[in-house]
């Protein structure tokens, strides 16, 4: 199993708690970005820099993950392929997308996304908290316990 991080707009709080995550588990991370970025030192820890574009890194990451694997995202329609590949992903708010939850999610973004082309202006989703970060390292740290013991 790998962990795959669309690093670009991940709070770096969250990045932090995986470089921990990696070490403490050793399971390999990968840092997908279209910059680079300054990881720590570990043999459990990558960058992939890949070219700037709309999507790019969401498709690296589509393109080398496998079954099983746990993806980091906000993206939701990244998270929807990836589930698709019967692998794992995981909002950095600590909140995990499914099947039973994704065609709400998608429905809800498409929504969102055309009222927004339309000119209504919108609130953008709540400041990133200390409850999020909580919850993320709460759910992250349950499923590498789950996984690590049926591996």
């Avoid at 795959?4 to 770096?12: E, G, L, R, Y």
């Avoid at 999507?55 to 990244?78: F, K, M, Y």
């Avoid at 499914?98 to 989703?125: F, H, I, Q, Y």
Wanted: glycine residues 4%.
């Amino acid at each position: 199993m790998k962990i795959w991080v669309d690093a670009d707009a991940c709070p770096v709080v969250i990045k932090e708690i995986l470089y921990r995550a990696a070490n403490r588990v050793k399971v390999h991370t990968v840092f997908v970005a279209n910059t680079y970025l300054k990881l720590p030192p570990s043999p459990f820890i990558q960058l992939l820099t890949v070219d700037k574009g709309f999507d790019v890194a969401d498709s690296r990451i589509v393109q080398e993950l496998n079954s099983g694997d746990l993806v980091i995202t906000a993206d939701i329609p990244l998270a929807a392929l990836v589930i698709a590949k019967q692998a794992f992903a995981l909002n950095p708010r600590g909140v995990f997308y499914s099947k039973a939850n994704m065609a709400e999610r998608l429905a809800m973004r498409n929504l969102m996304e055309e009222l927004r082309s339309t000119g209504v202006e919108l609130s953008g989703p709540s400041a990133f908290n200390h409850a999020d970060r909580q919850l993320f390292a709460s759910e992250l740290d349950r499923f590498l316990a789950k996984r690590h013991t049926t591996t």
